[in-house]
């Protein structure tokens, strides 16, 4: 049964989510062509800021109390929320997670991607391309009659199978008329568990995957997320509607 806090959107609605999911594609397309090699990541988060400006959003993050960036920067060990400064620069091999969040005429959509800095080792590539296909695989199963655990397992089945760890300390969440809404939305559990996925329903879906074991520990800021025994992780997240024909990413 969905809970009454669980808020569902109009067609209308999830028109104007992707219209807010458009312009995260555009900023994650515009840093796919530039070269992070040397790039402060604060210098990375006033390039997503003012190319959301240009497009009449706003960033989303910077609605959150006490978060004054646009963005989400996290390398290598990080995990997720990494505080964009102009001390960290990102150096040639670096997995380099950028999540952001953009309102547009009130509502929101979230997104991450993990990019490569210059030519990355191998590890690392298999890594990011299985963080990849987890959202992928769980997406795929994001339609009506389905549950929240299914999202999950999708997720923690071919991320294990390929020898890597789910975060548990993060989850997904509703998204659209707020930057964090109910449902929570683990990237792990059981098959047909978990609440009804239905038609009108935005779930943000975001798998964190490391290459050791799905342990965290918060750095002293309040904020970074790190591995726990200090191996790479990888994040990509999209913003998904399920609609009566199956799942809609509204953040491509």
């Given amino acids: 049964m969905r809970s009454r806090a669980v808020r569902l959107k109009s067609p209308d609605d999830i028109r104007r989510i992707r219209d807010a999911g458009a312009i995260i594609a555009v900023v994650f397309s515009a840093i796919s062509e530039t070269s992070l090699e040397g790039m402060s990541t604060w210098d990375l988060d006033a390039l997503v800021e003012s190319m959301i400006l240009r497009q009449k959003g706003r960033p989303a993050f910077k609605t959150v109390p006490r978060y004054s960036s646009a963005s989400c920067i996290s390398i290598n060990e990080e995990v997720v929320h990494g505080v964009p400064s102009k001390k960290k620069k990102i150096a040639r091999g670096d997995l380099v997670k950028v999540d952001i969040g953009v309102v547009l005429n009130g509502y929101f959509s979230d997104a991450c991607r993990t990019f490569a800095a210059g030519a990355v080792d191998d590890n690392a590539m298999r890594l990011s391309d299985v963080a990849r296909k987890s959202l992928e695989r769980a997406i795929n199963v994001m339609r009506p009659g389905n549950r929240i655990g299914d999202i999950g ?67 002293e800021d309040g904020w970074t997320a790190v591995t726990a025994d200090g191996g790479l992780s990888a994040q990509f997240e999209h913003t998904v509607a399920i609609t009566e024909d199956g799942p809609l990413v509204l953040t491509e």
Wanted: glycine share 14%; proline share 9%.
């Fill in 153 to 219: 397992h999708a997720i923690q089945s071919y991320s294990e199978k390929k020898g890597y760890s789910v975060v548990r300390n993060y989850t997904g969440h509703g998204v659209g008329f707020a930057l964090h809404e109910p449902p929570i939305v683990p990237h792990f559990g059981r098959k047909g568990t978990g609440m009804p996925l239905e038609p009108g329903l935005v779930l943000a879906v975001e798998p964190m995957i490391n290459e050791g074991g799905h342990e965290v520990r918060l750095l």
